[in-house]
């Protein structure tokens, strides 16, 4: 049973910059495309980026596009997010998650993923 634990969230101004790590434990994601995605409440979960197994390959929404980068370390299993130019609407929890089927490309849907991370809060205040 893969986990999928996130860290990195918290509070950072307009501008600012964070980054978000995702730690997976109980097997291996290299063989997987991993994904990040976003929910305020009250709203649909939403995709933030996603990346090839062996990160040859990112998808990001326009939103976030140019100020958010994903990147992959097999070797430590985790995968990262780094976040600049934040603004108050990417406050959100931030969710990981693995792609539920092997060498696939960077997902979209939310509906291509089996394991999730119990998400980390960002908030970024204006």
């Known amino acids: 049973q893969v986990q999928l634990v996130e860290s990195g969230g918290g509070l950072v101004q307009t501008g600012g910059s964070l980054r978000l790590s995702c730690a997976a434990s109980g097997g291996t994601v290299s063989s997987y495309a991993m994904g990040w995605f976003r929910q305020d409440p009250g709203k649909e979960r939403e995709f933030v980026a996603a990346?090839?197994?062996?990160?040859?390959?990112?998808d990001y929404a326009d939103s976030v596009k140019v100020r958010f980068i994903i990147s992959r370390d097999n070797a430590k299993n985790t995968v990262y997010l780094q976040m600049n130019s934040l603004k108050p609407e990417d406050t959100a929890v931030y969710y990981c998650a693995r792609a539920n089927r092997p060498y696939t490309d960077p997902l979209r849907s939310s509906t291509g993923y089996d394991y999730w991370g119990q998400g980390t809060q960002v908030t970024v205040s204006s």
């Open positions: 990346i090839s197994r062996r990160g040859g390959s990112t």
